[in-house]
């Protein structure tokens, strides 16, 4: 049943949106759908979790009780307007104060983040519990501006527990704390072209299937770079996708004319782990050929995967790392993200080797911070850009957010037996099931699946069920987000376009992460209903045997 309110015309037009931009057409003719029949719209076309976790953040609202409390006993004025968090003896009072509330939710949390910092970081009692009782307040601009002390010590040990596989680089990462890994991004394109460590129209890697933002950002007139797709082309003995990356394609980056990479892993829509491998691909790409190529990865969704080790930690001078807390906290609302450089990095070093016209030009640029700007490193050039240099005394994350941000990081540092870990992968593996059991399909066991998303390629498998005609049926008579329109008019289904995200045209993206469980189940089914119609016009058009397409179907793996 094709959609009857949308052409085939236009739906050729609106498949060259964003897969963000034409979901708000597809939200439209769900919303249609929902008003005329008893069903709700599942829009399973964004990534942002249904699930938090709760106990960082009762420490967080804890945390303020105790700060409110110490801020009302340095009371001078009227009773509504009290005054601040004072360091001296503060770690004490809190003692008290845990002592006090003991079994109250957050507390418990809080006194092992005491503990913690105190006797296993060496954190000074009164400093540390200061800087939480006043970034909790958020009565002070960020100081330092880049990252406060303590926040940044605790991510740290976060980022290396999590992205690093708990093995620390040689030399640590300098942190910089910002408003999700959006920000992150734009923040990193933006210093990278006013430091002059790329240009405009120089040529740039992505390694795709990627979140859409990636594939646009570069295109914009503001940076205006030429673009190579790596693409993740890799195939098992079945024909079924492993969204990984052949050799031949890694092996582009030793072109020296390449001057960045960009990465999401694990990936954004396929949801796999980059196999080891290819990360030590990359790694001697960087030691052999391409000594000075910029890696900046996205690491969001690798803590939904055991043992993950990021490119930051594989190839740590070279790489820009950029992590959110948004998905494995359902903390999107919260906006907190990280950038880490390592202090032993080529980006330093590559702004020492400057030419003089582009170090005198970086002078005038930040030269009211500093009577030394060129020893001004990247990381810290980086916070000043984010605030156009003239506003840098005014830089950095608030202390709120860096507050939650830090103790999102302790919660899960103390969590010996990772039981929220484990809680939020089985969650999303538990859905993926429900998706497949309502499709009546198998996936192939794969060690680097992730399941955040998963990216379904409708005519490859099509391809392999019923073999190439049905393909050729397929695309003489439909455009390959028709399978998209459908859903939305004839069940209320919103998913997004893997073509959009550089993928296969003809594949769809599913979240795993924002719906209830049960919702996957019908979507599944849902799936196979609309495949199942392609299939019947293909049939009708061909004269097909019934009883062998049958028989074929049972037999089928995606």
Known sequence: ??????????????????????????????????????????????????????????????LGQFALTVSRENREWDPELVGVPQKDGIAERFGSWLTEHDGDPGVDLLRR???????????????????????????????????????????????????????????????????????????????????????????????????????????LADYALEQVHLHASTV???????????????????????????????????????????????????????????????????????????????????????????????????????VAVNRDNVFDERLAALPEADQSALDARYGTLSLHPRDIRFVDRLVADSRSVALNHTAGLSLPQQCQMLLFAAYAVLDDTDHYKHQAQGLIRHRLELLLDGMQVTLPEDVNRVGYYVELDVLAYAERLRGPGIGAFLREHYEPTDILFRLADQTGIILLNGGGFDGPEWSVRVSLANLRDEDYTQIGRSLRAIGKQYFDEWRDEQGADADADAEADRAARP
């Open 113 to 219: 983040v005491l503990r913690h910092g105190v006797d296993d970081l060496g954190f000074a009692p009164d400093s540390f519990v200061w800087e939480l009782a006043d970034s909790v307040i958020g009565d002070h601009y960020p100081e330092p501006d880049r990252m406060l002390h303590h926040a940044e010590q605790m991510v740290h040990e976060y980022l290396v527990q999590e992205m690093c596989a708990g093995e620390p680089p040689a030399q640590p990462y300098d942190l910089f704390a910002v408003e999700g890994g959006t920000a992150a991004m734009c923040y990193v394109f933006d210093s990278l072209l006013e430091n002059r460590l790329m240009h405009r129209g120089d040529r740039i890697a992505l390694m795709t299937p990627v979140f859409t933002p990636y594939l646009e950002i570069p295109a």
């Open 236 to 338: 098992d003995q079945d024909g079924v996708h492993t969204w990984q990356y052949p050799p031949e394609e890694i092996d582009r980056l030793r072109d020296p004319s390449i001057k960045a990479l960009f990465v999401v892993n694990p990936t954004n829509p396929p949801s796999v782990r980059i196999a080891q491998e290819t990360l030590d691909a990359i790694a001697d790409v960087v030691a052999t050929d391409n000594p000075e190529l910029t890696i900046i990865t996205d690491d969001v969704y690798g803590t939904f995967i055991d043992g993950f080790r990021s490119l930051m930690a594989e190839v740590p001078r070279n790489t820009i790392g950029v992590y959110s807390f948004s998905k494995y906290f359902g903390a999107t609302g919260w906006r907190l993200g990280v």
């Open 1 to 62: 049943m094709p959609v009857a309110s949308v052409s085939r015309e236009q739906i050729a037009r609106l498949q060259h949106l964003s897969p963000f931009e034409l979901k708000a057409e597809l939200q439209r003719i769900a919303g249609e759908h929902e008003a005329r029949t008893a069903f709700q719209m599942l829009n399973a076309g964004r990534g942002n979790p249904n699930f938090i976790a709760p106990t960082p953040r009762e420490a967080f609202f804890a």
